[in-house]
């Protein structure tokens, strides 16, 4: 029976659960794959130091011991960040290894030269993990739903986030108290910049949508607007509506062109990722022969990681010696100005309904029983056009698109 040598750069949360999860199943990998997959080292800062549950034997602080190991056929990067990821995963793709990656940073920023130096070595770059967690979405992007055209693709794509404003939408927590709640679960950061500011779904929007279009969509061109300034008065006019409020990443086809955003929005009953809640993620995939497909599962964790990383794995070893990286070109996606983008929005204000309708003309007013400031719904404009009439307006409160 064959031998695959697998090595981990990294054990912390993911890779300590990606170590278990293998050798946990390892006798069901044998049926699944015939062959027997072992872990056969972990990169650690520290190898010195005591970790729960791995054997201090497989660890090492040396890159080149994986390397120069011709043994190792699989390296599964959960390190994060650009370097030293991108450096010791170039070297081991010019050394011939295949590479599995949980990187969202990495790919959403270097991907395309990665496949192509994977394509050149005759070796897989999979990164099934770096988005959604357990969700199966890179791998029907790039296999079951390539004989479609994919109009658009939006999703919840940040655990931290949905969490919060569910806390915020069913318990009628302020902001900064379901911040705090997700910090002590453990599903914040200390420092929360990154899930509360939309930049973590950025990337994974980014990466999506060039896999969905073929091209490269620039993370940096995507306008992106986290959730920090929502607040429990958002969410009272919310539930006025009969909507829910969520971070949502999107790309879609739209009469301007292709429209990218990571952006708060308001979802009404019925759409499909209404009732996504807590850490769920849900992603919807619009194609042109398929129409709406919806994906939703756990998005983040240690075990719903390392599943989606264990899965690429596994597809590594079925292809060997076979590249089976699917690309998206070098060229960057045209992507349309944000501002040009039409949308109807839901706006507080403490100016009077006369002074709003002089401004916005028709518009629906939400009562949600908050004295001192009036709510309501604008009919379809541009971005820029609804910038200009709300600095005519002043004294904005607050707004929020409004999707569908």
Known sequence: MDKIRVAILGAGTVGTGVYKLINKQADEMIHKVGANIEIAKILVRN???TRDGIDSAYLTDNFDEILNDDSINIVVEVMGGIEPANTYITQALKAKKNIVTAN????????????????????????EAAVAGAIPIIRPLKQCLAGNYISEIMGIVNGTTNFILTKMTKEGMDFDEALKIAQDLGY???DPTADIEGY?????????????????????????EGISK???????????????????????????????????????????LYNVSGVTNGILVRGNMV?????????????PTASAVVSDVVDSVRHLNVSTTVMWKEEKLEVEDFSKSKKKFFVRTTKSKEEVEAVFGNVEYIDAGISGEIGFATEKLSEQDFDAKAEKL???????RIEG
């Open 47 to 49: 190898k010195n130091k």
């Open 104 to 127: 969202k940073d990495l790919i959403a920023s270097k991907g395309h030269a990665l496949m192509e130096l994977a394509k050149e070595n005759g070796c897989d770059l999979l990164f």
């Open 188 to 190: 914040a950061e200390a």
């Open 200 to 224: 973590d779904a950025v990337r994974k929007i980014a990466i999506l949508a060039s896999l969905a279009k073929g091209k490269t969509v620039d993370f940096e061109e995507i306008y992106t």
């Open 230 to 272: 929502i607040t429990a008065e958002d969410f009272k006019y919310a539930k006025k509506m009969g909507r829910s409020i969520k971070l949502l990443g999107k790309c879609k086809n739209e009469d301007t062109g292709v429209v990218c955003s990571v952006a708060p929005r308001l979802l009404a009953p019925d759409h499909p």
């Open 291 to 303: 129409g709406d497909l919806v994906f939703i599962g756990s998005g983040a964790g240690k075990l």
């Open 394 to 400: 002043g004294n904005v409160i607050s707004r929020i």
